[in-house]
């Protein structure tokens, strides 16, 4: 079947991981913006970093037969550093108008706290007046007690919620998310720290998969580029239908990303021959 992997942190991947998604089934993926393993010190780091998941790591992923898009924002991580929170997000525009831009994100918390709060906040704001896509971390730790934030910001922001893809529930916020807004809600699939495609299954059994989005997320740490594949694979022997596992790793990130006019996936990318291109 064909998979979009809605979020997925190439930067940090290998070709063979290109090679194998190819494989897998996936045909369009989306990158959105993140730690890259030290805190950066200048506003000109991430424009470079910018640059370089728009342009280079969609040429990179094309040669492998997949249509990569990004998501650009000043990441949850490293938002605590106001001044260069403020530095970025004066330059951020060149790279949001980009055309392989097709949302801001991921934003939202880390450590829960007041300076993350504002960087938060801020890029809702520009994502509102842009009326752009957004993609939200929710933090790894104490779940609950950032979902009940970051309900707050949303309501004082006053975004339109259809347009907001809140990543990395677990069994804990996902009633919440669910219930209490309009987001499209995201389970995110790890070999040991996050979900595992058990549980993702029981998940939709409980939930259904109307509004849920699955992903990899796969960056440096322990992780997996074909962890979609494992869920599709968990899933259909836990007898689910197929239309409920498309819209977890099809339709429901198409229709979401579709909301940016930007969005036009190829899914028909012949691969290269290496020989073809160079570095």
């Not at 991430?46 to 040669?63: G, N, Q």
């Not at 752009?132 to 922001?157: F, T």
């Not at 968990?234 to 229709?255: C, G, P, S, W, Y």
Request: one cysteine or more; glycine letters at 6%; charged letters at 30%.
């Amino acid at each position: 079947m064909t998979i979009i992997e809605p979020h997925i942190h190439m930067y940090s991947r290998t070709t063979d991981d290109y090679e194998a998604m190819y494989a897998a089934g996936i045909r369009a993926c989306v990158e959105p913006s993140f730690w890259l393993g030290a805190n950066r010190r200048y506003a000109g780091t991430f424009f470079d970093y910018f640059k370089l998941i728009l342009e280079f790591e969609t040429v990179r992923a094309r040669r492998f037969g997949i249509d990569h898009y990004a998501a650009v924002s000043f990441n949850p991580k490293e938002a605590e550093n106001t001044p260069l929170v403020d530095e970025v997000l004066a330059g951020i525009d060149a790279y949001l108008d980009h055309e392989r831009c097709v949302a801001i994100g991921e934003i939202g918390y880390n450590n829960i706290n007041d300076a993350e709060q504002y960087a938060f906040r801020r890029q809702l704001e520009i994502a509102k007046d842009r009326d752009m896509p957004v993609v939200i971390h929710l933090s790894h730790y104490e779940k609950p007690k950032c979902l009940e934030r970051m309900l707050r910001d949303l309501d004082a922001v006053g975004i339109d919620q259809r347009k907001l893809y809140l990543d990395h529930n677990t069994e804990e916020t996902i009633g919440r998310a669910l219930h209490e807004t309009d987001c499209m809600c995201g389970l995110t699939v790890y070999p040991i720290s996050k979900l595992t495609p058990e549980r993702v299954s029981a998940i939709i059994r409980e939930h259904g998969a109307d509004r849920i989005i699955v992903s990899g997320s796969a960056d440096w740490g322990v992780s997996d580029p074909l962890a979609l594949v494992k869920v599709v694979e968990t899933m259909r022997r836990d007898e689910h239908e197929a239309a409920t596992i498309d819209k977890l790793v099809f339709a429901n990130a198409n229709r979401f990303y579709g909301q940016s006019p930007r969005w036009k996936p190829q899914l028909n990318i012949a691969p290269l021959d290496p020989h073809e291109f160079q570095r």
